[in-house]
């Protein structure tokens, strides 16, 4: 009789060592969880170390993939100067883009602008109302010579008021995510309530540049006739003195230091560098000159994922037909590598969503691409394929396999455990 036990036992087990296995198959295709490792956030400090920079708060990212090559307390809050007027264009173009305004419509100088023309120790145009100036010429005054009152023209004839412009500039931040940023007026005139960091301004950046690059045609005129007779320089001192640099925008003010957003192309490699709060024009270009000297030389673009192709990581849909979705970039992703350096690259999913229907080509995560344990790059990651609810039957059938999965677990352990003693 034992040899007969024993026999049953046996064959119990395999009977249901077998449907433990088909359950298992069942439950394939769920996403599976990224090893654990330390990983730094995308604001975190980045290569401090091998370039020296003066100034408290700098980036450096490449504007094709917006990877930061180089970070330094980019959260830390400063006043924005005339930086601000970078946000004040990008409203002007977003208006001429909706078909609500052009570059050649005329701007009238309100009374506010022509006060601060008047206003000594400002960067001004020296306008007047009597003047009739295109919305170019104005985004050429605030590009070149930084013209405070070409900034607050512009403002008030678009939104009548500092202050309803300063809303129209605030949405439009937190359209961008620029979440450490608060605008009060166009121009950069110092207020205690504005404020920004050199993530925000790096982002703002890199989205104007890729929007409307006409900027930096206004951003490399090395001067200007402000009037006849009267000639402006550029504030940008790199302008012909750093190889392939087009822009973009100087600022300062006595709270603010010296700020300083600078680009420059070389081949299909455009980087910006964002510097705040220097201590004079000639740190704030030095550091500039080295930041982006570092992304140059020291950094070479490799594939690292190609346009549609699904990635390993499957998103798990909660009652979806299938619910293990392929998830793929849209485009072709490329990583920055440092050149003699060894690199480790690897990436997370953070989903968006998580439950069907699901259309194709819809947003549903999020890739955080990670390079030596930092993050350098967020990738939106898009449906394969569309996706729709499970229907009854399939929910009903997902249940039972779950309960089944779960206590053959449990039974497989005891008759291990019988088994065992048996053998």
Same mark, same amino acid.
């Given at each position: 009789?034992?040899?007969?036990?024993? $026999?049953?036992?046996?064959?119990?087990?395999?009977?249901?060592?077998?449907?433990?296995?088909?359950?298992?198959?069942?439950?394939?295709?769920?996403?599976?969880?990224?090893?654990?490792?330390?990983?730094?956030?995308?604001?975190?400090?980045?290569?401090?170390?091998?370039?020296?920079?003066? #100034?408290? +708060?700098?980036?450096?990212?490449?504007?094709?993939?917006?990877?930061?090559?180089?970070?330094?307390?980019?959260?830390?809050?400063?006043?924005?100067?005339?930086?601000?007027?970078?946000?004040?264009?990008?409203?002007?173009?977003?208006?001429?883009?909706?078909?609500?305004?052009? %570059?050649?419509?005329?701007?009238?100088?309100?009374?506010?602008?022509?006060?601060?023309?008047?206003?000594?120790?400002?960067?001004? #145009?020296?306008?007047?109302? #009597?003047?009739?100036?295109?919305?170019?010429?104005?985004?050429?005054?605030?590009?070149?010579?930084?013209?405070?009152?070409?900034?607050?023209?512009?403002?008030? $004839?678009?939104?009548?008021?500092? +202050?309803?412009?300063?809303? %129209?500039?605030?949405?439009?931040?937190?359209?961008?995510?620029?979440?450490?940023?608060?605008?009060?007026?166009?121009?950069?005139?110092?207020?205690?309530?504005?404020?920004?960091?050199?993530?925000?301004?790096?982002?703002?950046?890199?989205?104007?540049?890729?929007?409307?690059?006409?900027?930096?045609?206004?951003?490399?005129?090395?001067?200007?006739?402000?009037?006849?007779?009267?000639?402006?320089?550029?504030?940008? /001192?790199?302008?012909?003195?750093?190889?392939?640099?087009?822009?973009?925008?100087?600022?300062?003010?006595?709270?603010?230091?010296?700020?300083?957003?600078?680009?420059?192309?070389?081949?299909?490699?455009?980087?910006?560098?964002?510097?705040?709060?220097?201590?004079?024009?000639?740190?704030?270009?030095?550091?500039?000159? $080295?930041?982006?000297?570092?992304?140059?030389? /020291?950094?070479?673009?490799?594939?690292? /994922?190609?346009?549609?192709?699904?990635?390993?990581?499957?998103?798990?849909?909660?009652?979806?037909?299938?619910?293990?979705?392929?998830?793929?970039?849209?485009?072709?992703?490329?990583?920055?590598?440092?050149?003699?350096?060894?690199?480790?690259?690897?990436?997370?999913?953070?989903?968006?969503?998580?439950?069907?229907?699901?259309?194709?080509? /819809?947003?549903?995560?999020?890739?955080?691409?990670?390079?030596?344990?930092?993050?350098?790059?967020?990738?939106?990651?898009?449906?394969?394929?569309?996706?729709?609810?499970?229907?009854?039957?399939?929910?009903?059938?997902? $249940?039972?396999?779950?309960?089944?999965?779960?206590?053959?677990?449990?039974?497989?352990?005891?008759?291990?455990?019988?088994?065992?003693?048996?053998?």
């Amino acid at each position: 009789m034992g040899t007969v036990k024993r $026999s049953l036992l046996i064959g119990a087990a395999v009977i249901v060592l077998l449907s433990g296995a088909v359950v298992a198959l069942a439950d394939t295709g769920t996403e599976k969880s990224v090893p654990a490792e330390t990983v730094q956030p995308i604001t975190a400090n980045v290569n401090t170390n091998v370039v020296s920079i003066s #100034a408290p +708060a700098v980036e450096l990212i490449d504007a094709n993939t917006g990877q930061v090559l180089y970070a330094k307390n980019v959260l830390q809050k400063h006043y924005p100067a005339s930086l601000t007027k970078l946000m004040t264009s990008l409203i002007a173009l977003d208006l001429v883009k909706r078909g609500q305004l052009t %570059l050649n419509s005329i701007i009238p100088v309100s009374q506010s602008a022509y006060n601060v023309a008047r206003t000594p120790g400002l960067s001004v #145009a020296y306008l007047n109302p #009597a003047e009739h100036i295109t919305l170019s010429k104005m985004m050429e005054y605030m590009y070149v010579v930084s013209a405070d009152d070409a900034a607050v023209a512009v403002a008030d $004839s678009i939104a009548g008021s500092q +202050a309803e412009f300063a809303k %129209l500039m605030n949405e439009k931040a937190a359209s961008l995510g620029l979440v450490g940023t608060h605008y009060t007026n166009a121009s950069g005139l110092q207020n205690a309530k504005m404020y920004t960091n050199a993530r925000d301004v790096a982002v703002l950046s890199r989205y104007l540049i890729q929007q409307y690059p006409i900027v930096l045609k206004y951003a490399s005129e090395p001067g200007m006739y402000i009037h006849p007779g009267q000639y402006g320089t550029n504030y940008d /001192q790199l302008l012909g003195q750093f190889n392939g640099l087009d822009g973009l925008k100087t600022g300062s003010t006595s709270e603010a230091g010296y700020c300083f957003v600078g680009t420059a192309k070389r081949g299909n490699t455009r980087l910006i560098s964002v510097v705040l709060d220097a201590n004079s024009f000639s740190t704030v270009f030095q550091d500039t000159a $080295s930041l982006l000297g570092y992304g140059f030389t /020291q950094f070479s673009s490799k594939l690292f /994922q190609t346009a549609n192709q699904p990635l390993a990581t499957l998103l798990h849909v909660k009652d979806a037909a299938n619910p293990a979705l392929s998830i793929a970039p849209k485009q072709d992703v490329y990583v920055d590598i440092q050149r003699g350096v060894k690199q480790s690259i690897t990436y997370t999913t953070t989903p968006s969503v998580l439950s069907a229907p699901i259309a194709a080509s /819809q947003k549903v995560a999020t890739e955080n691409v990670i390079v030596n344990g930092h993050v350098v790059q967020q990738v939106p990651l898009y449906a394969v394929k569309s996706d729709p609810k499970a229907d009854l039957v399939e929910k009903v059938w997902r $249940s039972v396999l779950s309960s089944a999965h779960s206590g053959a677990r449990q039974v497989v352990s005891w008759i291990g455990t019988k088994v065992h003693r048996y053998l």
